[in-house]
Each structure stands twice: as structure tokens, then as C-alpha cells.
């Protein structure tokens, strides 16, 4: 089952399949994005230096700096743009400065689903409880501090105006709703292979099985959950038709 990180506990809940950790641990880093107008100024530049855009061209790059623990916990994203007028003609260079903050996964931080009331699609209805603790808070405000001295760096910068937490839900890089984990301890629902426990030829795969806090983009991660999953149910199948018929 690989339904994304929200529908595949459904699935399993409406199943009757409910592992303690079901939907539980759910996490997304917090989202603090902001701009900065280039002082060309300061650059020794002028509007003529900036690269020109081209028709049918996408006029922004965008560069990473990677989450690195303790010593760099932010995950960075600069995405760089060019205005211009209708003719074209630049007219100023923005700065976008993105940074993801990690978020402690916790038991708490949960999709919850209903027994007594289904969905358009006849699924068991759900909703998010989902807080930042208090040591989550404290890396937001020190990433606002980091983005407000970054951003000083390439002009004006007003943290109340060219920049803002997004809510929960906006990065779109959830996790951990069906986790995995080394021993069935009430803490996940599958093994590493993605093997729901108790079960041997049920495997989950996608965002919701990743156990920890992603600070980056998701998919790539989440797509090795699957390849995991399903080397793991292959091997399943080859053993059954390896199996003597009885
Ligand atoms: C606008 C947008 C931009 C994004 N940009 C990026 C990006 O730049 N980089 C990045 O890393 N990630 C990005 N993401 C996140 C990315 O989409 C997810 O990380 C990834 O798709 C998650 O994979 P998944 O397999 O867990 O779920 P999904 O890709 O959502 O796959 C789940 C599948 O299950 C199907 N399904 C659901 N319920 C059922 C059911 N009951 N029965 C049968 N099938 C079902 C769905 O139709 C869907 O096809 C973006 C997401 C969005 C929405």
C-alpha cells in the first residue's frame, strides 16, 4: 500500500488493522520563507547587469543548502528571481530565502480517524491534531534571526513585511503517519523492509513510513521506502512459488 501519508493509515484503519503508532508521529518541518530586494548598490551593479529573461524562459534558479545537524539545522532553499516589465527590462532582482526547521516526532503530532463518520470517498473521516513544542519554537526563532542576518546581507530587510512562518500543511512533506522501525515496540507500524508487523505480505511504502524528521524535500526519501517494500515483497513471492504445493 503506498496511498501517501494520510491515505494509506485510512486505508489500514478502515482495514481493522490499528497498530498503536497508526497515524501517530505524524511530522513536516516548519516552513519560514522571506525575500529580499538585491542592493544592485551595494553590488556595483545596475539594473543592465542583471541576467536578462527570456520569452518562454523560467526566470527563477533556486540552490540548496542542506540540513547538517547541529552545525547547520536548517535546510536551506534560494530561489532567485528578476522582475521585469513588460518589455522585459529589469527592473529588480529578488532574493528568496526559504528555511526548513526540523520538528521532534512526537506520538502526539497525529492523523486521527473516525469509527462513526466516513467521507466523500466512504473512507473513514480524518483530522490533524498536530503543535509545535517548545524545542521546535526555538529553532523557528533562531532560523528567523539566521534568515534576518542572511538576508541583511543582500539588502533592506524587513522580517515583519518580507517574511512568515507558514501554517502546518503548507510544505507538503509529511511523514512518519505509518513509521518503521526496528522492533515491534508500539512505536511503528512496519519493519524496515515496510512489512506491517504481524503480517507477512502486507508492506507500506511512501512518505508515511519514513521514522525521523525529513528537512528537505521528501520525495526522494519516500521513494526509497518503496524500493525497500518492494525487493521486500518480491522476495515473498519468490519464496511462495519456491514453496512446495501441499
Ligand atoms: C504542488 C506540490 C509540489 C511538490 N513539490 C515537491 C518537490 O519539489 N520536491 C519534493 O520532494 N516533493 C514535492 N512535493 C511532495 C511530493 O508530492 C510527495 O513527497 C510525494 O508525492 C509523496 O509520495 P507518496 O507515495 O507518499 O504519496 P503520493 O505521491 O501522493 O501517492 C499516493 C497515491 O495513492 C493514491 N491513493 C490515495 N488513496 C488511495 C486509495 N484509497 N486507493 C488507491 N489509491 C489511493 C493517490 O491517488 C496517489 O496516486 C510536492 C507536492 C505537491 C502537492
New binding site residues.
Partial sequence: M????F??P??LFASGIRPPALGRYLNEHAFLTGRVLLDLERFGLTRADLPPVRGGEFATDSLWLPQNGAEQPFHGQIMNTTYVDDGGAALAHSVGLSLYTPVESRAENRVVFRDDDLDL?G?PRFSIEFSYSDADLALVEAARVEMARVAAAFGAFDPDTESALLLPGSS??QTGTVRLGPVDDGTSVCDPDGRVWDFDNLFV????VIPTAVV?????T?AVT?VRAARAARRVVAGAAAAPLV
Fill in positions: 503506498c496511498a501517501d501519508t491515505r494509506t485510512q486505508l470517498t473512507m507538503l512533506h511504502a511512501g512518505n508515511g528537505a524535500n521528501t520525495t526522494l519516500g518503496a
